[in-house]
């Protein structure tokens, strides 16, 4: 049994463990093998996760050597109804108040990827990258990377030919840094297992929390925000380029015959004009100091300074309600013995 997993057992403080992913990589179902029914799954690429949902459970065996634990089903990127930066502002918001609570540990995330994706590109590369941003490199032994849906392959043969691609091209600088590679078959054992092992880590602060949290930077300052908010200025760079084109050609366009063309690129301009004026919205939203505000937010409530005497089940519920979070309190023992 690990030495690291009785401390966290007998610390007073809250262990966590965070679930990240895209959307649809599986992560309601990873968490509801272990505590079944606590969390709504959604089908394909619609996210029943709109906000972090927090599950807990009980670390320790029928002797009552015990402690309450938190795992987290967080929001997943490459939604088809909500925006990256809508997204990002929302898990950063609930990791500023995590490392804010005193109570808590970060013990570790497992990152779960598809393995009936036919390669690593475009959105999901595009996460990963964010993803191992948030963490910093300092923290990548502390991730667990998992494939999941291996039950879904038709050729389990191209399903072993994904995994070593994956090991090979885009997870083998984490794995050298210490991170942990498994595969998922979708059992309630082995979700367990993997959930025990970053247990028993040592508590983790993540890039983007310290950035957040102890340097105060907006989060489109931050390694993690920066790429959205690059392409962000494209798009909004790009829709006034086409806005004031399209005004251009409007001066041009005279006469009762060239009504119909006038119209049309009115409404083009128009719609330029909305996309430019959406994105600087997005924009806008992530010159927002989360860390500032949640550090002004936690100070101000009251209950959380004598949060030091609550038992982790109250701590869960409270920081749950502080952020507007669903909170889900079941009875599941994951045992102590049998990891090493």
């Known amino acids: 049994m690990s030495s690291s997993l009785v401390a966290a057992a007998t610390t007073d403080r809250v262990g966590m463990i965070l679930v990240m992913g895209v959307t649809g990589a599986g992560k309601s179902y990873f968490i509801n093998k272990i505590a079944e029914g606590t969390v709504l799954e959604g089908r394909g690429l619609r996210s029943k996760t709109r906000k972090p949902q927090i599950v807990t459970a009980i670390l320790g065996d029928d002797s009552g050597f015990d402690t309450e634990i938190a795992i987290v089903d967080t929001p997943g990127f490459d939604d088809t109804d909500r925006t990256d930066e809508e997204i990002l502002t929302e898990i950063s918001r609930f990791l500023a108040a995590e490392y804010l609570w005193e109570q808590f ?18 959105s999901a590369y595009r996460y990963f990258k964010m993803f191992q941003s948030l963490c910093g490199e300092h923290a ?14 038709k050729d389990e043969a ?10 090979n091209d885009f997870w083998s600088m984490m794995e050298d840094q210490g991170s942990q590679i498994t595969t998922f078959d979708g059992s309630h054992e082995q979700a367990e297992s993997i959930v025990l092992q970053l247990l028993g880590k040592p508590p983790v602060t993540l890039q983007l929390q310290l950035e957040l949290v102890d340097y105060n930077r907006q989060l489109d300052h931050t390694t993690a925000g920066r790429p959205i908010a690059a392409s962000l200025d494209n798009s909004i760079a790009s829709a006034a380029r086409e806005a004031e084109e399209l005004s251009h050609q409007l001066r041009y366009a005279t006469g009762s015959q060239q009504t119909y063309q006038r119209e049309n690129l009115m409404r083009l301009r128009d719609k330029a004009e909305d996309d430019a004026r959406i994105s600087k919205h997005k924009r806008n939203r992530l010159k927002s100091r989360t860390g500032v505000e949640m550090k002004q937010k936690v100070k101000a409530e009251e209950k959380v300074k004598k949060s030091n005497r609550m038992s982790g089940k109250e701590a869960i519920s409270m920081f749950a309600s502080f952020l ?17």
């Not at 995330?109 to 690593?120: A, F």
């Not at 030919?161 to 090991?167: A, F, G, T």
Request: glycine share 8%; no cysteine; net charge positive.
């Open 324 to 340: 507007g979070l669903t909170v889900n309190l079941v009875f599941a023992i994951l045992p102590l013995v049998g990891v090493m």
């Open 105 to 122: 540990d970060l013990r570790g995330i497992v990152y779960l990827h598809r393995i009936t994706d036919p390669r690593m590109q475009g």
């Open 158 to 167: 191209v399903g072993y030919s994904r995994d070593q691609e994956l090991r």
């Open 140 to 153: 990548f032994k502390n991730v667990t990377l998992v494939t999941t849906m291996w039950d879904q392959l």
